[in-house]
């Protein structure tokens, strides 16, 4: 599967000049993106009139293309502007509307409104007149449509710029933008559709793609399948949530390591009580360990960074989550070895990192560079970066994930999914993605405990 590119506005105009320079008319591509969003809405079946706002870049050149197709399609068309047309390509766009342009300012409201006022060149919020009209008519509308991005939007990191209304329906021109998946933003997009223009465009950067997942082939063993090693510390309800999450992952075998006793739990797991440090380095040498997690349930106590310290110093493939994080504040760069993976949530990635330039996005993959590991930036957006540059991020994850544990649960999965693939950032996409699908599988309200349940046939949707 071909993942959905995610483009700065920046990098969407290095695309478009490369199609330009490979031939495509510049008209040519406004008028393929114009018509792509006219068949959007004009697929959503709703016949009644619309009215086009128009800015004064390409944005609203797009603008005056759908509203001509629009008409040509028969449905009654007004277009309101907020002035002149700036660009070449819109001003062609415009003189080939027949029809009246009316202001912004004195349009009346339609039963449905298109917002072709700004996209990608937006470079700071909109006039609060402005904002305040399209939040207005959209308020009216029945059904609103936001051309690329609600005008006000922040394109590279997803910040309100201005204050922005909430859309029906988000038509993303090309390619996804940051603001699309990005919060706040992304909030505002409602139904989020991609509008092929039929240019060429980098997917290092893209949205995170359903997983291809394999059954165990007939030569496998438990070892074969990936042994996980979870170690555990001063809380083993954290522990046992990702002990069992990484037994349900398709991993082969899961073995505990808990500072005291604890209930069993899974009969499948194996449980090793081992308080001494030392002691328990020496059981992660064991070579057949494919991947060792540390962090929930570990405690911030003395004994915790004695065995986060066992942890690090055992040369298998790691996972780090929680209270490990927290432990390595001020240390992250000099003491995670590469090619681990790190599952902060917001707290601990400020506390990690500080205070990193630009979007989610960027900053996720700045961390990784720091680390030489994979992060897991987790959130209503979680973004999944790897040092060499591929990020991905996720969309339109159940909120009902917002709940105790489930970081847990998550970061059992992605030791899981590391023993059976040995591949940090395939993993880490692998799990995220299981993680939604066993959320959404489990449905609203329900417990960390109930995405258990949920995960074997999260795993059978991709086999
Ligand atoms: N790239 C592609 O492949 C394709 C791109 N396409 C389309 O082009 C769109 C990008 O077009 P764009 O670059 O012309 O920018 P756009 O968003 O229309 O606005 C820029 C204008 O607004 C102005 N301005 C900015 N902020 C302002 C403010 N707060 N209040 C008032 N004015 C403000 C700014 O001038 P400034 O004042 O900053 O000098 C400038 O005049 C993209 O989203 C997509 O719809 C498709 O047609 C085809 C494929
Ligand atoms: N509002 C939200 N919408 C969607 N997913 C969320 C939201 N808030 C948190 N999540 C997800 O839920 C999980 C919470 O993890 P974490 O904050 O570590 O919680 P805990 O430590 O209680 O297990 C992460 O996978 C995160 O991406
Ligand atoms: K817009």
């Known amino acids: 599967m071909v993942p959905d590119p995610i483009l700065t506005a920046e990098a969407m105009r290095a695309a478009e000049r490369a199609a330009f320079d490979a031939g495509v008319d510049p008209y040519e591509l406004m008028e393929r993106a114009g018509a792509a969003a006219a068949q959007i809405i004009w697929r959503a079946g709703h016949r009644r009139d619309v009215l086009v706002l128009s800015g004064p870049g390409n944005n609203g050149g797009d ?42 300012a004195d349009a009346a409201p339609a039963a449905q409104l298109v917002d072709a006022l700004f996209g990608t060149g937006l470079t700071r919020g909109l006039d609060a007149a402005v904002a305040e009209r399209l939040g207005a008519l959209v308020a009216h509308a029945n059904h609103s449509y936001a051309i690329d991005l609600p005008s006000g939007v922040g394109t590279d990191d997803g910040v309100l710029l201005s204050v922005a209304p909430r ?38 950067v893209h949205v995170l793609a359903p997983p291809q997942l394999r059954a165990p082939d007939a030569v496998a063993h438990k070892y074969s399948r990936g042994l996980v090693g979870v170690v555990g510390g001063s809380m083993p309800g954290a522990a046992a949530l990702a002990a069992a999450a990484a037994a349900r992952s398709g991993a082969g075998m899961v073995r505990r ?62 996972v780090l989550d929680a209270d490990a994080l927290t432990l390595l504040a001020g240390n992250v760069a000099t003491h995670v070895p590469a090619g681990s993976i790190l599952t902060p949530h917001e707290g601990e990635f400020v506390r990690l990192f500080g205070d990193l330039p630009g979007s989610k996005i960027d900053r996720a993959l700045a961390a990784a560079r720091i680390t030489n590991s994979v992060m897991v930036y987790k959130g209503a957006d979680s973004v999944i970066a790897a040092p060499d540059g591929r990020a991905a991020v996720t969309r339109g994850v159940s909120t009902w994930l917002s709940t105790a544990g489930t970081g847990d649960v998550l970061a059992g999965l992605v030791a899981g999914r590391l023993a059976v693939t040995g591949d940090p950032f395939r993993a880490a996409c692998e799990a995220v993605w299981l993680h939604g699908e066993a959320a959404h599988r489990a449905g609203p309200a329900f417990v960390a405990d109930d995405l258990l349940a949920a995960l074997p046939a999260a795993i059978g949707s991709r086999l």
Do not use: N
């Open 257 to 318: 390591y808990d500072a005291s006793p604890c209930e069993a739990g899974l009969h499948a797991i194996v449980h090793q009580q081992i308080e001494d440090p030392t002691v328990l380095g020496d059981a992660l040498f064991a070579p057949r360990l494919a991947s060792v997690l540390v962090g929930p349930g570990l405690g911030r106590e003395e004994g915790a960074q004695a065995r986060l310290g066992a942890v690090l110093a055992c040369g298998r493939p790691l």
């Open 167 to 204: 859309f029906d329906v988000t038509i993303a021109l090309g390619a996804f933008k940051p603001a699309h998946l990005l919060q706040p933003a992304a909030d505002l997009m409602g139904r989020l559709v991609r509008a092929d223009i039929g240019i060429a465009m980098p997917r290092d």
């Open 63 to 104: 603008g005056f293309v759908i509203a001509r197709i629009l008409r040509e399609l028969g449905v009654p068309v007004r277009v309101a502007s907020l002035g002149d047309s700036r660009t070449a390509s819109a001003q062609r766009a415009r003189a080939l509307w027949d029809g009246p342009v009316e202001s912004l």
